[in-house]
């Protein structure tokens, strides 16, 4: 029965959170990034649907107003994509604020996802979720509190398994080009 | 004082934001459940207060609050908690008051739920975000049960349990206890996990029985023929109105002053009829009784 009650609350805001979601669209505008009616329910109707799932309840403002405003700078976001991107976004944002046991706050958690998504995901929403936030949380469910102090900014680097950039290689590149 | 589900959601609301300390829009499903159940405890908390004081006002001829005086659902939450937040101070008192003379006769079951736990419920209960919660498990048990008591409630009744329980046993001889618990269980600092005043009580029925002085806690296999001819075949119901009588004058001559002793011991005269009805049936009161000549396990 409480489950349907916390439900209930979140259909009751419904139509309040569409015109918070629409009203963003002025702030967005200027990164060619607009929402229509259509997109907000839809968007709306699928945060609910990710709630349920995550088995999650969400008091006062939504979620996604605060993604639209860290991802609309983005550079792998165009208007083809821009509903889409969100939806997926924030289903991952509940998925990892369960995974780390609600132990990062809202912002710590944007603030790393945004940077993974324009660094080494490169826009690849998958890559962001099963890889990266899954190591990430991977480290926080063992003990690691670091992200305490940086509030979630560079903390990939200590975490990714992949060799980014091989010095030695570029210097054996570069040594060859220059005495060619 | 009715209030609709709905009208603890924005309490639940606002609890949340406590929690997460505003740096979460959301939580699980299991943390809204805990905030919701702690909600509903500080209402309740609030209910049998005022149930407390209508009886009260009607028995003193006024009203505390206005009749008129219309709370929502918010306000008596806020009541609420402020009262639980005086029950813990109030089961604080209790607490140093009772551990001032405090005697745990070596029994390690007793000191390590009183001595060292109940401090640590003081340290750790959260009436904010789990009032329900009183943390422990009480393992010493007390002859009347908490029921489905919980949070500070149940802290609360277990004092008071305890502070009766121990106005009774601070009235023996450390010794003569000590003595008692060991013929029950010689290793009975580590092993002795029941009632310590169950064990006194039902002793001291056997010395009155006796005719023995009730102080010494001793009663010897000889002792049996005087107990098992007050019962004789008397039935359990028969035996257990025999056994009121004497903890109602073993108390009024003890403790004429509390009267509250009495009706708290008195619960456990239908435990002890039962006991000591088949004892005689099945010729082993010795067993019931734990004497000074008589080993466990011999007869």
Same mark, same amino acid.
């Given at each position: 029965?409480?489950?349907?009650?916390?439900?209930?609350?979140?259909?009751?805001?419904?139509?309040?959170?569409?015109?918070?979601?629409?009203?963003?669209?002025?702030?967005?505008?200027?990164?060619?990034?607009?929402?229509?009616?259509?997109?907000?329910?839809?968007?709306?109707?699928?945060?609910?649907?990710?709630?349920?799932?995550?088995?999650?309840?969400?008091?006062?403002?939504?979620?996604?107003?605060?993604?639209?405003?860290?991802?609309?700078?983005?550079?792998?976001?165009?208007?083809?994509?821009?509903?889409?991107?969100?939806?997926?976004?924030?289903?991952?944002?509940?998925?990892?604020?369960?995974?780390?046991?609600?132990?990062?706050?809202?912002?710590?958690?944007?603030?790393?996802?945004?940077?993974?998504?324009?660094?080494?995901?490169?826009?690849?929403?998958?890559?962001?979720?099963?890889?990266?936030?899954?190591?990430?949380?991977?480290?926080?469910?063992?003990?690691?509190?670091?992200?305490?102090?940086?509030?979630?900014?560079?903390?990939?680097?200590?975490?990714?398994?992949?060799?980014?950039?091989?010095?030695?290689?570029?210097?054996?590149?570069?040594?060859?080009?220059?005495?060619? | 004082?009715? %209030?609709?589900?709905?009208?603890?959601?924005?309490?639940?609301?606002?609890?949340?934001?406590?929690?997460?300390? *505003?740096?979460?829009?959301?939580?699980?499903?299991?943390?809204?459940?805990?905030?919701?159940?702690?909600?509903?405890?500080?209402?309740?908390?609030?209910?049998?207060?005022?149930?407390?004081?209508?009886?009260?006002?009607?028995?003193?001829?006024?009203?505390?609050?206005?009749?008129?005086?219309?709370?929502?659902?918010?306000?008596? %939450?806020?009541?609420?908690?402020?009262?639980?937040?005086?029950?813990?101070?109030?089961?604080?008192?209790?607490?140093?008051?009772?551990?001032?003379?405090?005697?745990?006769?070596?029994?390690?079951?007793?000191?390590?739920?009183?001595?060292?736990?109940?401090?640590?419920?003081?340290?750790?209960?959260?009436?904010?975000?789990?009032?329900?919660?009183?943390?422990?498990?009480?393992?010493?048990?007390?002859?009347?049960?908490?029921?489905?008591?919980?949070?500070?409630?149940?802290?609360?009744?277990?004092?008071?349990?305890?502070?009766?329980?121990?106005?009774?046993?601070?009235?023996?001889?450390?010794?003569?206890?000590?003595?008692?618990?060991?013929?029950?269980?010689?290793?009975?600092? *580590?092993?002795?996990?029941?009632?310590?005043?169950?064990?006194?009580?039902?002793?001291?029925?056997?010395?009155?029985?006796?005719?023995?002085?009730?102080?010494?806690?001793?009663?010897?296999? *000889?002792?049996?023929?005087?107990?098992?001819?007050?019962?004789?075949?008397?039935?359990?119901?028969?035996?257990?109105?025999?056994?009121?009588?004497?903890?109602?004058?073993?108390?009024?001559?003890?403790?004429?002053?509390?009267?509250?002793?009495?009706?708290?011991?008195?619960?456990?005269?239908?435990?002890?009829?039962?006991?000591?009805?088949?004892?005689?049936?099945?010729?082993?009161?010795?067993?019931?009784?734990?004497?000074?000549?008589?080993?466990?396990?011999?007869?």
């Amino acid at each position: 029965m409480e489950d349907n009650m916390f439900e209930l609350l979140q259909l009751k805001k419904q139509e309040k959170e569409i015109a918070a979601l629409i009203s963003c669209n002025e702030e967005t505008e200027q990164f060619g990034l607009i929402l229509s009616e259509e997109e907000a329910k839809e968007l709306v109707i699928s945060r609910n649907e990710s709630l349920k799932k995550y088995q999650r309840v969400e008091f006062g403002e939504s979620i996604l107003d605060k993604i639209i405003y860290y991802f609309c700078d983005s550079q792998y976001i165009t208007q083809d994509t821009y509903a889409e991107v969100l939806m997926e976004l924030q289903d991952i944002f509940y998925l990892y604020k369960n995974e780390s046991e609600d132990l990062l706050t809202d912002d710590e958690l944007l603030t790393f996802m945004k940077e993974q998504f324009e660094g080494v995901c490169t826009g690849d929403t998958d890559y962001l979720a099963d890889t990266c936030l899954e190591r990430f949380v991977q480290a926080i469910r063992a003990g690691y509190t670091g992200y305490m102090e940086t509030g979630g900014h560079k903390e990939y680097e200590k975490f990714d398994e992949e060799p980014r950039w091989d010095k030695d290689l570029y210097l054996q590149v570069l040594t060859e080009l220059c005495w060619r | 004082m009715e %209030y609709n589900v709905e009208d603890l959601l924005p309490i639940v609301e606002k609890l949340s934001r406590e929690y997460t300390s *505003n740096e979460s829009s959301s939580v699980s499903y299991e943390t809204a459940r805990m905030l919701m159940r702690a909600v509903l405890y500080c209402i309740d908390a609030y209910k049998s207060e005022k149930s407390c004081e209508s009886v009260e006002e009607r028995e003193s001829g006024y009203e505390l609050f206005s009749v008129n005086e219309k709370l929502n659902a918010e306000m008596i %939450y806020r009541r609420g908690y402020d009262r639980v937040v005086a029950k813990v101070i109030q089961a604080k008192e209790l607490y140093n008051a009772i551990i001032d003379q405090f005697q745990d006769f070596h029994c390690r079951n007793c000191h390590d739920t009183i001595i060292e736990g109940i401090p640590q419920f003081f340290l750790r209960y959260d009436p904010r975000f789990k009032p329900y919660d009183h943390i422990l498990t009480l393992d010493y048990p007390t002859i009347k049960s908490l029921d489905t008591l919980c949070g500070v409630d149940a802290i609360d009744r277990y004092l008071r349990n305890i502070k009766t329980e121990w106005s009774f046993l601070n009235v023996f001889d450390p010794k003569c206890v000590e003595a008692l618990l060991e013929r029950i269980i010689p290793d009975y600092k *580590n092993l002795f996990l029941d009632n310590i005043s169950n064990a006194v009580l039902l002793t001291g029925i056997g010395c009155i029985l006796a005719g023995k002085p009730v102080g010494m806690l001793e009663l010897q296999k *000889n002792d049996m023929e005087l107990i098992g001819s007050f019962f004789g075949d008397a039935s359990e119901e028969k035996a257990e109105e025999k056994i009121r009588m004497l903890i109602s004058k073993l108390f009024r001559s003890g403790f004429p002053e509390n009267a509250e002793l009495e009706e708290y011991f008195l619960t456990t005269s239908k435990e002890y009829a039962v006991r000591i009805v088949n004892g005689i049936k099945n010729n082993a009161l010795a067993g019931v009784f734990d004497l000074t000549d008589i080993t466990i396990g011999m007869s």
